[in-house]
């Protein structure tokens, strides 16, 4: 069964510094991978996406996430954060194959002190 | 226009009540979910309709009963309500393409008491 690891609950960072969020993922084929951000009260939307091509992908609002095949990981970077990214990340795998069940991360929560 | 859309996004009931989510998609998609976000945000799948069909139901308790009338349409009716069910529910809906990311509505927020 597919499954995502999103080590870290809680991230704080200095606003205009760097991030990095970690994802790993456990799946047997070449996952389609994709990363979500959740405003307060809000649904999850996509920031980016990778199902294959270039392992570096870009997103919106600046981010983008590298997928790496021999660590299992799909992590996400901005490269200065701002106040307004304050916000839940969740990382997430769909399968290729079989059920079509998307799966989460546990999510990770970004702190951004001013 | 808003792609997913959730009705109510509060509601706020006792235990033992039945109380209906409905969730409406405008994308054309075939596929649509319910999620539930605990207290500590993790993402638990409930049930995904293809078509009009149930294709997952992921061990839910049986007071959870999800309708689909049509493809656009996937609500969510709960029976006798208990202080466990108090979450955030999201509706969600996805293209035929697996690489198509999930596109979610606002979510709805139970509070049961």
């Known amino acids: 069964a597919q499954s995502v690891t999103q080590p870290d609950i809680h991230i704080t960072v200095s606003e205009g510094a760097s991030l990095e969020l970690r994802c790993n993922y456990s799946?047997?084929?070449?996952?389609?991978l994709f990363w979500y951000v959740q405003s307060p009260g809000q649904g999850l939307q996509l920031l980016l996406k990778y199902f294959s091509g270039d392992t570096l992908v870009q997103g919106i609002k600046g981010f983008e996430a590298e997928f790496k095949r021999s660590q299992s990981s799909f992590n996400l970077r901005k490269p200065s954060v701002h106040w307004s990214d304050a916000a839940e990340y969740f990382c997430?795998?769909?399968?290729?194959?079989?059920?079509?069940?998307?799966?989460f991360g546990r999510g990770t929560s970004l702190i951004v002190h001013p | 226009d808003t792609a997913v859309s959730q009705t109510p996004k509060y509601l706020v009931t006792q235990m033992g009540n039945d109380k209906s989510i409905k969730c409406e998609q405008n994308?054309?998609?075939?596929?649509m979910y319910w999620y539930k976000q605990d207290s500590k945000k993790f993402l638990k799948i409930m049930f995904s309709y293809n078509n009009k069909e149930l294709i997952i139901n992921e061990t839910v308790p049986n007071r959870f009963s999800p309708k689909s009338p049509d493809k656009a349409h996937l609500n969510l009716h709960i029976n006798s309500l208990e202080l466990g069910d108090s979450a955030v529910y999201f509706c969600?809906?996805?293209?035929?393409?697996?690489?198509?990311?999930?596109?979610f509505g606002n979510g709805t927020r139970l509070t049961v008491t």
């Open positions: 997430a795998v769909h399968s290729s194959g079989g059920s079509y069940i998307p799966t």
């Open positions: 799946y047997g084929a070449t996952p389609y």
């Open positions: 969600a809906s996805i293209g035929r393409d697996r690489n198509s990311p999930l596109h």
């Open positions: 994308l054309g998609h075939d596929t």
